[in-house]
Nanobody, 123 residues
Framework: VQVMESGGGLVQAGGSLRLSCTASGLIFENYHLSWFRQSPGKEREGVAC????????RYADSVQGRFTISRDNAKNTVYLQMNSLKVEDTAMYYC?????????????????WGQGTQVTVSS
C-alpha cells in the first residue's frame, strides 16, 4: 500500500492551497480518509475526515468553515481545500486511511499513512 500527499508549499496568510492524497494497493472506497497535521513540538492532530462514500465529513474546530475535505473514489484521491490560511496552519500535513474509524481524530484508528507534505503560511 502506498499513500502519497502533494500540493503543499509556501503561501501568504489569507491565501489558499489544495492538498491531494493518492492511495494505491488498497480498495480505496473501503477506507475512511483523514488529514492530520503536525508542527514542531506539538502532537499530531486531526484536521478533517471523510467517510467511505464521501457523504459525511468532520472537521477540527480550528479549521471549520475554512477547510473542505472531499474525495474521488474513481481516482483513488482525497483532497483538502484550504482557504483563508493562517500562520498557525503551518505544519506537515499527513493523509491517513482506516477501514473502520470510531474516533476520527485518534491517530491509532488509521492503518496507512503518507509521508506528509509541508504547508508554510507566512504573515
Amino acid at each position: 500500500v502506498q499513500v502519497m500527499e502533494s500540493g503543499g508549499g509556501l503561501v501568504q496568510a489569507g491565501g489558499s492551497l489544495r492538498l491531494s492524497c493518492t492511495a494505491s494497493g488498497l480498495i480505496f472506497e473501503n477506507y475512511h480518509l483523514s488529514w492530520f497535521r503536525q508542527s514542531p513540538g506539538k502532537e499530531r492532530e486531526g484536521v478533517a475526515c471523510i467517510d467511505r462514500r464521501g457523504s459525511s465529513t468532520r472537521y477540527a474546530d480550528s479549521v471549520q468553515g475554512r477547510f473542505t475535505i472531499s474525495r474521488d473514489n474513481a481516482k483513488n484521491t482525497v483532497y483538502l481545500q484550504m482557504n483563508s490560511l493562517k500562520v498557525e496552519d503551518t505544519a506537515m500535513y499527513y493523509c491517513a486511511a482506516g477501514p473502520w474509524v470510531g474516533v476520527w481524530d485518534r491517530k491509532e484508528e488509521y492503518t496507512y499513512w503518507g509521508q506528509g507534505t509541508q504547508v508554510t503560511v507566512s504573515s
